[in-house]
């Protein structure tokens, strides 16, 4: 038997590949062993697991259950007794295709490992390992030296290390940190929480067994999805929680001392691991954007407009409309437990350009009953270049503050003296003068109805920005004109961007600009 030490990068689930759809082999001469080949590989959240890069910034890669955006600097893990189970529930050491692995999704030249003395003839059903390595063996110095980078601190209990899953992601408080979730036997403070634990999985999608033929070469494919580690019991990178060990400590990590952290941990490892026919469990989803000025569609003004003008706010003002653009972050799909998933880091529309629909097709499965996002770019976030440089044309000036604008809402409309002139009204974060006026804010919005979203199906929503609103409550009068509390008297119609009270207006006018459907 060859066994080859691997690394092991985030999930790992075995998929028996080649044993899916084979031909009967009852006829097939067994006069030989065959080669059983276990090839891992990482994902979070059914997408290829990536490394984070050592200058990357938020916003990362992956998101989970609990809306926590993360991405991944190290997943390294320890699995044992690697071996086929027959189909009668028979095991012998011919069986075992590892006796300890160590597995790196970022490091190892290969995640793969085999041996090619395995008996040709018998019938397997399951492919079964141990996550870590099993209590009765789980002490200092029991695997070779090979194996000392995994071992778990004496005064946790010592042995080994079943993973390390470590990386950075963003608080609630949006600050950027860092985050460790290492695994193992605590044993402290005269309680014991093992978070080793035996893993069961099928050989085939159909649940029947395969046959090895001798000579041949079985691959098995075990996937690993690492979002799973925290996605069900929901894990909440935010949450502190009594350690009954060393006080309280937070979910994010340090976790080895934490008996809390250890068990949620070990409890969500149900659902970690696949070997066939693993489940993708992404679906897609498809936002359309709507945009009204009361009970009217918007429409462009022509290039060369002329009163009168199509739209009138509670002030009086007669206004066309030229120019809508914004940017949302942070859109996600919420559910009534708590739990939510994100269908895009960032969008931006312009409402006159292009089609006006936000299209994601990386969806995770689930029953969902709300829609979220951030209008603009939440908190420490909304600093110039945090997004790519596609959002470049949004980029708010640095006399104000920086960042990026949350909209630009431009047109012409008629004064009281009943001339003509344009209005410009630009939303940010203005910080100018010792004072702050944050334009951006969560918007939160209930579903007429539940959606189910399974895997493969492409469900929809409508979103409608009623751009009317942004002026009616409380009443915005383009006529007046304020201590913009920077650069003097500004009028209502613009220039807002280096006006305090302008902004603050705009901004409490947001909580009913934005409203959603179900179609039909």
Request: charged share 20%; hydrophobic share 40%.
């Amino acid at each position: 038997m060859s066994v080859q030490r691997v690394q092991l990068g985030s999930l790992i689930l075995l998929a028996l590949a080649a044993g899916c759809g084979s031909d009967p082999v009852s006829e097939t001469p067994f006069a030989g062993p065959g080669t059983v080949r276990v090839n891992i590989s990482f994902e979070s959240g059914g997408i290829p697991l990536e490394r984070l890069g050592p200058s990357a910034t938020a916003p990362f890669d992956y998101f989970n259950a609990a809306g926590n955006n993360f991405g991944v600097e190290k997943f390294e893990a320890l699995i044992s007794n690697v071996r086929l189970v027959g189909i009668d529930g028979t095991e012998t050491n011919e069986h075992v295709l590892s006796d300890a692995f160590y597995a790196n999704a970022f490091e190892n030249s290969t995640n793969s490992f085999e041996n090619d003395e395995v008996p040709s003839g018998t019938k397997f059903q399951n492919l079964v390992f141990h996550w870590g390595i099993e209590e009765a063996n789980n002490t200092p110095n029991f695997l070779d030296t090979s194996f000392d980078g995994m071992e778990w601190p004496d005064i946790n209990g010592g042995g080994y290390h079943c993973m390390r899953f470590e990386g950075r992601w963003v608080d609630d408080s949006d600050t950027e940190t860092g985050f460790a979730l290492h695994t193992g036997r605590l044993d402290r403070e005269g309680q014991v929480t093992d978070g080793t634990f035996e893993v069961t999985l099928a050989l085939t999608a159909d649940a029947t067994n395969y046959t090895l033929i001798a000579n041949e070469t079985r691959e098995i494919n075990l996937t690993i999805d690492v979002q799973k580690w925290m996605d069900g019991p929901l894990y909440d990178m935010n949450v502190v929680l009594d350690s009954e060990t060393v006080g309280d400590l937070p979910l994010s990590g340090p976790v080895m001392p934490s008996h809390p952290a250890q068990q949620l941990l070990k409890d969500n490892g149900v659902n970690v691991f696949c070997t066939v026919d693993c489940p993708e469990d992404l679906g897609g989803f498809r936002l359309d954007l709507n945009y009204m000025v009361g009970n009217e569609v918007l429409q462009p003004l022509p290039p060369v407009p002329t009163p009168p003008f199509p739209y009138t706010n509670l002030a009086g003002n007669e206004f066309g409309v030229s120019r809508f653009e914004y940017i949302m972050t942070d859109v996600r799909l919420t559910s009534d437990d708590g739990t939510s998933t994100v269908v895009a880091p960032a969008f931006y529309s312009d409402a006159f350009v292009g089609e006006q629909v936000l299209d994601a097709q990386d969806v995770a499965v689930g029953v969902y009953t709300g829609l979220s996002f951030q209008w603009g770019v939440r908190g420490s976030n909304n600093v110039s270049n945090f997004l790519s440089m596609d959002y470049d044309g949004m980029l708010w000036p640095d006399v104000n503050g920086g960042g990026y604008h949350c909209m630009r809402f431009e047109g012409r409309w008629i004064d009281d003296q009943a001339a003509e002139g344009g209005f410009a009204l630009h939303t940010g974060r203005l910080d100018r003068a010792g004072t702050v006026t944050n334009g951006s804010f969560e918007v939160n919005l209930v579903l007429p109805s539940a959606i189910t979203i399974t895997d493969g199906a492409t469900l929809g929503a409508v979103l409608t920005i009623d751009l009317l609103n942004w002026m009616n409550d409380p009443l915005y009068d383009f006529n007046q004109v304020l201590d913009s509390g920077t650069v003097g008297d500004l009028p209502l119609s613009g220039p807002v961007m280096p006006s305090h009270p302008a902004q603050q207006l705009l901004l409490d006018n947001g909580d009913d600009v934005f409203s959603v459907d179900i179609p039909e």
